[in-house]
C-alpha cells in the first residue's frame, strides 16, 4: 500500500494568501454593494509595458512560422537572456557573475521552494521572522523543520531571526549556528533593509560558519538610497557562500507572466561538489525551461525602451507607497517600510492582533491588507499593505482609513 | 557547515538528452559541411496553429490595458482552461473528471518529476524498461530508488518491468508489489501501447494491491486505434487509483509555450489524506501558475478551428512516421511502434548495440536518434527514431538509411 509524505500533514493550516481570500470573498458575497480596495497580496496592478508588448508580439509571431519556430529552450535558459541578465544586473554593478551561472526559471516562487532540494534534509535553517512562507513551507514538507508548536507558532528545528521595530528590523546573528539562511532584502513582509556593509557582515559571517545564504532579491528594483546593496554579489566573499533569487513580477509586472532567475556561483562548493553542477541537474530532470515568448519579453525589460518605461512603473508604485506611508503617520500610525521596497509595515493600534485589524480594516474601511501574523510569530502586531494597487484606489483606501 | 542532497550523487553520468547534444555537436564542429537531420529528442518542428496564434496575440494584448491585465493566476489554473480541458479531455470520452479535480502547470516535465514529493521517501516505484528517464531521476533525487549497480544498469530499490518484443511491450504485473506504477502509454520511447481492457487490468491490480498509477499520457492525441483508452479514467476504478500528466507540448506543439496538467481526483486517498489537497498545497506553495496567455493558449487548443487545425498537424506528424516504419521495413529493419505514437522502435541489426547504432548512423547517414540503452537496461538493442522532423527531412534520412 503505498504511503504519503507525511511531512504534508504537519503543516497548519493553508497558504496565507489563501487563507485571506477566502475571508474575503466571503466578505464581498455578504456586502456586494461594498467597494474593496485590496491592498494586500503583492500583485501587480499596471500593464506590461509597451516594448514588452512588442517583444512578445514578436515573439508569438515568430512561432508561427517553421523558421522561426522554438521549441524546447535550452534548460537553463535562452543565451540571449542570461547574457542581458549578467550584462545589466551583474556586470553593470561591478559584480563577478557570468551569464552561465544564471538559471532561468518560471519565476522565483517556485525557485525559492525549490532549492532546499539540493541540500541535506538535515540541514538546519534560519529565517526571518517576520518572513514569506514559502521557505519554511518548503521545508516543512521536505522534513527539515522538526516539529510545530502551535502555542509558539514556531518548528523545532528553525532557527528564527526576529526583526522587529526593537531592533530596527536587522536580524542579528543567531546563537545556534545554521547551515542555509534566508535572506530576502528588501524585506518582504516588512519593506525594511539593511545597508550594503550590513550584508557584508552576513557573507562574512556565512563563510566563517560554512552556511549558504538564499538570497532572495526580488524587490530590488525599488531601492532608491545608495548604500543598500542591489545584489549580494556587491559584497566581496558572497560567491562562496551565496545563491540569489531574481524575479521579473516586482520591476516588470510579471506576475502573470512568469520569469525569474537563480544565481549559482560555480564557486559555492561543499567540498568537491558543486552547487551550480546540482542546480543545472535539477533544473534538466524537473523542469523544462521558460516558455521562448516569455524569455523575449524578459530581454526587453532589459532594452532602453523597457528600462525607461519600467522605471516610470516602478515610480508609479513607490508614489502609492509614499502615500501610505504618509496617510498612515497622519492617522497616526507607527510606519516602517515603503522606502526601498512597495511594502508598508504598520503597527496594530492599541492592543489588537495583526488578525483584529485585518478584520476591523476589511469591515471598517473594505481595504484589504495582510496580517503581520500570517508571516510569523514575530509579525503579531503588525500588518502590511502593498503599494501595489492603482494610485487613485491606494488615495482613496488612505482616505477612508484617516476617516476611521 | 551546510550539507548537499547526497542522493544527487548517486545519479550516474548525465541527462540522456544532453549526453547527445555534446555528441552531436562536437560531430558538427569536427564535420560543419553535414547537413545532419535530427530525429533524436522528441521536439516538434511545425509552427503554432493559427487559432492559438491569435489567442496568444488576443492575451498579450489584454496584457496591456489597466482594464485586462492579468496579474498572479489562481494558483490551480483559470477557470476558463480547466472548464475546457474537463469538458473536451474527460466529459467528451464519459469519463467522470470534472474541472477541479485538474491542476495546470508549466508542463508533464515538471509534473513528472514533481509528483513522487507527495508520496513516502518508503515508497517503492515500479517503471517500464525501457522508461522516460525523469521517472527514475526524480526518483533518485529523493532517495527511493536504492543503490546503482552499474553492471546491470538497475537501481536495487526499483522494480523494472521490462517491455521487448519477446512480451509485445506490454508489461508484466512484477513479482514484487510495487507501491506506485508509472505507467507512459501510448509509451515513450517504444511508441507502443497496450488495449483498454489490458490497461483496466492494470487499474484492478493497482486497486488490489493499494499502488498509485501515475499515467502519462502525453501522446495521447496520436491514438489512432479505437481499442486504446485515451485516458485512465475511461476505466473502471481509476478514480482510487491512477494520477494522470497530460501535455500540450505533442497534441499543440507546446513544447517551446510550455503547458501541461495533471488530474488528481477527489476520491484518491491514502486512508483519510486526500492526494488532491496535497498536490493542491504543493502546487499553492512552490508554484505561482502558467502564465495567463499560455493558459488562454491552451484554451484555443479546444476551440473548433483549433481543433481541426491540430488534427492536421497531428496527421503531418504521423505521415512522417508511416514514412520511417515503411522505410525502416524496406530496409530490412525491425520495427515497432508508429501506430498509435509518434515514436518509432526499430531492433538494432545484428550485434550491434544502442549506443553502436547512434555512432553509425550519425556518422554514416547523418541522422539523429535516440540510443534505447539510454531509456533503461531492456532497451539495450534497440534505436528510438522521431516523427517530430520536417517531412522532406524525414523523407531524406529514410533515403539515407535505406542507401546504407
Redesign the interface.
Known amino acids: 500500500?503505498?504511503?504519503?509524505?507525511?511531512n504534508?500533514?504537519k503543516?497548519p493550516g493553508?497558504?496565507l494568501f489563501?487563507t485571506i481570500a477566502k475571508k474575503v470573498n466571503a466578505y464581498s458575497d455578504a456586502n456586494p454593494d461594498k467597494k474593496l480596495i485590496r491592498l494586500g497580496?503583492g500583485?501587480?496592478?499596471?500593464?506590461?509595458a509597451?516594448a514588452i508588448?512588442d517583444a512578445?508580439?514578436k515573439a508569438?509571431?515568430e512561432?508561427?512560422?517553421?523558421e522561426t519556430?522554438?521549441?524546447?529552450?535550452p534548460?537553463l535558459g535562452y543565451e540571449f537572456l542570461r547574457s542581458a541578465i549578467a550584462e545589466n544586473d551583474y556586470k553593470a554593478r561591478g559584480c563577478d557573475i557570468s551569464a552561465d551561472e544564471i538559471f532561468v526559471s518560471?519565476?522565483a516562487?517556485?525557485d525559492s521552494?525549490?532549492i532546499q532540494?539540493?541540500?541535506?534534509?538535515?540541514?538546519r535553517i534560519a529565517v526571518c521572522d517576520p518572513v514569506y512562507?514559502?521557505y519554511v513551507?518548503?521545508n516543512v514538507?521536505a522534513g527539515r523543520t522538526g516539529t510545530y508548536d502551535p502555542a509558539t507558532e514556531r518548528w523545532s528545528n528553525v532557527i528564527y531571526m526576529p526583526c522587529t521595530k526593537e531592533n530596527g528590523f536587522v536580524p542579528e546573528f543567531p546563537k545556534e549556528t545554521p547551515?542555509?539562511i534566508y535572506l530576502c532584502l528588501p524585506n518582504n513582509p516588512t519593506g525594511t533593509t539593511i545597508t550594503r556593509a550590513q550584508l557584508q557582515e552576513w557573507v562574512d559571517y556565512a563563510n566563517k560558519?560554512?552556511?549558504?545564504i538564499i538570497y532572495d532579491g526580488a524587490y530590488e528594483a525599488y531601492i532608491s538610497e545608495d548604500d543598500v546593496a542591489h545584489s549580494i554579489y556587491e559584497c566581496e566573499g558572497a560567491r562562496t557562500c551565496a545563491i540569489e533569487i531574481k524575479s521579473f513580477s516586482k520591476n516588470a509586472?510579471f506576475?502573470?507572466?512568469?520569469l525569474g532567475y537563480t544565481v549559482v556561483p560555480k564557486d559555492l562548493k561543499?567540498g568537491e561538489?558543486s552547487?551550480h553542477a546540482?542546480w543545472a541537474?535539477?533544473h534538466?530532470?524537473?523542469?523544462?525551461?521558460?516558455?521562448?515568448?516569455?524569455q523575449r519579453a524578459g530581454e526587453a525589460v532589459y532594452s532602453e525602451a523597457g528600462k525607461a518605461q519600467l522605471k516610470e512603473q516602478v515610480a508609479y508604485y513607490m508614489r502609492n507607497a509614499s502615500v501610505i506611508k504618509t496617510g498612515l503617520q497622519e492617522a497616526g500610525y507607527e510606519v516602517f517600510g515603503g522606502v526601498n521596497a512597495p511594502y508598508i509595515w504598520l503597527k496594530t493600534p492599541g492592543q489588537m492582533t495583526s488578525w483584529e485589524f485585518f478584520d476591523y480594516l476589511l469591515e471598517n474601511a473594505n481595504v484589504v491588507g495582510t496580517p503581520g501574523s500570517g508571516f510569523g510569530p514575530s509579525g503579531e502586531g503588525y500588518f502590511r499593505l502593498t503599494a501595489f494597487g492603482?494610485y487613485e484606489n491606494t488615495l482613496e483606501a488612505l482616505e477612508r482609513i484617516k476617516a476611521l
Open positions: 500500500m503505498f504511503q504519503v509524505n507525511d504534508y500533514q503543516l493553508s497558504y489563501s497580496i500583485d501587480v496592478t499596471q500593464p506590461i509597451p508588448l512578445l508580439h508569438v509571431d512561432m508561427g512560422r517553421p519556430f522554438h521549441g524546447y529552450a534548460d518560471d519565476g516562487k517556485s521552494g525549490n532540494e539540493i541540500f541535506s534534509v538535515d540541514n512562507p514559502v513551507d518548503s514538507m547551515d542555509i560558519v560554512g552556511a549558504v509586472g506576475t502573470g507572466v512568469r561543499c561538489v552547487l546540482m541537474r535539477r534538466g530532470t524537473k523542469f523544462n525551461g521558460a516558455p521562448y515568448i516569455v492603482a
